[in-house]
């Protein structure tokens, strides 16, 4: 895709930035060891393990037939039934709803976690696609459980879209990792001495993707509940894995490989299995280099400050390089003034999933103490790009995502009067936002626009977009010039507590027309600027 995208660069952000400098944490950030477990003390339960079966009995509910249910986030809802005991399900939740936006919901929260837990933890590469819908009732029933017989489990996977192979792959893929607990199948687990819960095991590494579930399995040594359990009723891998007469967990025993590359393609089927009125987006790959909240401020003395960071994908530091922005004015015309240089430090560094085998590194624009350009405001811009020299003699290259550039707007943005008034017990703030408005735009209205976390009754999560307007500014502060106009809003930190990410962006309606910038956290921006 071409950048600027909110949706895909959401996305594409959630995906990649995993480890290292602007790294977002919820993600992989939660996976680290792969042990990891968030919700108590229970011996081998696991933050991975608990978000790949909270995808799968999301996606469970599906019907191929009336292409009802998929993976919807109607597992918020779908809690109190038999066939989703334990507390994973609302323990994954819960904390993968902390990245929802207006951009992701619930249900891309879900299918992320998912296939970042496989990716992170040993599995194979899961192709991402967004945009799934968040459901607001439950689905109908339908997730296999283990008392039930293999003639049911086998019209269960038929309604969710799965043949009788494809469902013994993804029964093995999903039961690589993590195991059944005491506490939710008391007649399939039992109780030792001296403990308050127990999980027991599908193979012997729960943490990590291998093909230990079938290698296990088909030499004898399991110790799989659903295998070895002692009331055979709810054995139902061990009826699933051989009712092809262990023709496919025998190949999967014999190759690591084939295993996880017909997991991937499994997995990524789950992941996508969604409700028949639901478009996905394409396949989300990194952009190779990719900006990031690139703002521009209207700074009231004939210039404008563009601030930002950009992200250079499989790209290693180097001493010899150097990097540039170059742009265009408004006009579309360069200039030889029209460019700055791209700054970076050992901290800017990441990586990618899986401790990644190449290096992420990021840029400041401008130089890296000041991380800004300074453009004239008369000028301004309507484009950038990106020319570097790896200065091994091979020449410039340049980034420009072929020939399109990087497109910026520069009708509306934040005015450096933009100030705070910190509570005197500093536990409160509040913003006051002026936005620029070029002279040329005929505004029916300037406003922000910021996420609200909210939650249901019924118990579930979601976002909605709110909006504070602007009024136009007077007053001798407001330094408008004939180039711009002045707006300005009051914004209380108090609005924001609800708000995450903490972020908003500025809107211009004009015409039919609706213009924005990139979002930004105000009150970080502002970094305790006071108003006068
Ligand atoms: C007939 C189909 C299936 C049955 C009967 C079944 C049954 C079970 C049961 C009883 C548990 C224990 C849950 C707990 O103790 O909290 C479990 C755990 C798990 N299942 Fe399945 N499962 C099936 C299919 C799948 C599939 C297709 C996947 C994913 C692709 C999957 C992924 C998992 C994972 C990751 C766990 C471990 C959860 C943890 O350790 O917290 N299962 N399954």
Redesign the pocket.
Known sequence: YTWPDPQLDELESLVYDQHGFNSRGILAGALDPCSRFNFGSTV???NV??W??T??HDM?THNVEDGTGGLDASIQFEQDRAEN??D?FFNSIRHLSLGITRYAGVADLIALGAKTAIEQCGGPKVPFRGGRVDATVPNNPGV???Q?GLDS?IA??ARQGFTQTE?IT??A???S?????HS??PD??PLPDGVDDV?Q??DST?FNFDNAIAFEYVHGTTNNP?IVGHNDT?N??KR?FGSDGNATMASFAASPDLFKSTCGT??AR?LDTVPKDVQLTEVIEPLPVKPQTMLLTYMGDGTLKLSGQVRFWDTAESTSRSAKIVWADRAGKTDTSYTDVLSTNADMVASALNGGNFSVLWYNVGPIDKNFSVLEETAGISKFWFEIDEGDGSGVRTEDQNGVGFVLQDSVMLADSSCEITSSSGSSSNATIDIAVRADIQPSRVYIEYDLFNTAPSGGSYTTVNTTDAQPASGPSKRASSAYNIWTLQLSDSILTLSLPRTINIAVDAGDRKITTASFAPFSLLAGKQCK
Do not use: K, W
């Open positions: 081998n339960r696991s393990a608990d790949i079966r995808a799968y469970a005991a334990g994973g296999p459980e283990p039930q489990h269960a996977f469902m993804l029964v893929c999903g039961h990792f993590g195991g059944v607990q939710a199948f399939t687990v999980s095991t599908f729960p659903l709810t139902s891998d699933i499994l997995f789950m």
